[in-house]
């Protein structure tokens, strides 16, 4: 008999909630002082330039010696704040829907590490890869660190010639490309320079995580080549 009080929701993992819930908090903030409850009407603009990371800045004081712990910080706080609600929304389902696969894998702390790691080198990636001064904001970065852990997890399960297993890119590759198209046809900043290098933070947290997921790769590829 079928279990009469199954949720019919799978349960998130508690680190995935806690990482949406920051950006549902900061977003109801901003809401509220839209709504002049408190706060001023520019509350998101404000809350961007207090917590989003600063390339240029960043840069300027690492070469002049000046180690502010305020711009280390900002490497973990801007994934929790953005330019739009439109935008907090996709994020938070690009989060929901890749930490809950990685964290039924590699359990809740893997999701932070590695949430965590990829918008750190998401922003490291973009300040020392691209010439922007365009602020970095958003969860779309740590988001691509997820889908970078995904892609490992299925990496590490197919079976097969090695073209055959690289199959598993294929969402990354997919969302990689249209970032890339559309930035080729824009002139705004190379978030896809962030987003590509927290995706590969993701993949290569994912396999130090795993047991023997370094290994696992080494012997695939050992493999593919026969």
């Known amino acids: ?15 995935v909630i806690i990482l949406v819930l920051m950006v549902v908090l900061g977003e109801c903030y901003i809401a509220g002082s839209e709504a002049n409850l408190w706060g001023g009407s520019d509350a998101r603009v404000s809350f961007i330039r207090r917590v989003a990371f600063l390339p240029e800045v960043f840069q300027r004081a690492l070469t002049a010696g000046i180690w502010v712990p ?7 706080t801007y994934p929790f704040v953005h330019g739009s609600l ?3 929304v996709f994020a938070c389902v690009f989060t929901l829907a890749m930490g809950k696969f990685v964290g039924e ?6 999701i932070i590490l590695i949430f965590f790691n990829s918008a750190i080198f ?11 001064t365009f602020p970095l904001f958003g969860g779309f970065p740590a988001a691509y660190g997820l889908i970078g852990a ?11 010639i090695l073209s055959q297993q690289f199959l598993a890119f294929r969402l990354l590759a997919i969302l990689m490309t249209i970032n890339i198209t559309f930035a080729l ?15 590969i933070t993701g993949f290569a947290s994912a ?10 790769i080494i012997n695939k590829f050992r493999s593919g080549r026969r």
Do not use: C, K
């Not at 305020?70 to 973990?76: N, P, Q």
């Not at 995904?150 to 097969?160: A, C, D, Y």
């Open 86 to 88: 439109m935008q907090a």
């Open 150 to 160: 995904f892609t490992f997890v299925l990496f590490s399960r197919t079976v097969g």
């Open 105 to 110: 894998v590699l359990g809740n702390f893997a």
């Open 207 to 216: 396999a130090i995580i795993h047991p023997s997921g370094v290994r696992l």
């Open 70 to 76: 305020e711009l280390f910080v900002r490497l973990i």
């Open 1 to 15: 008999m079928p279990d009469p009080i199954a949720p019919a929701v799978n349960q998130l993992p508690a680190a």
């Open 122 to 132: 998401a922003a490291l990636g973009y300040a020392f890869f691209t010439d922007d």
């Open 185 to 199: 046809f824009q002139s705004g900043p190379a978030l896809w320079v962030a987003e590509l290098s927290a995706a």
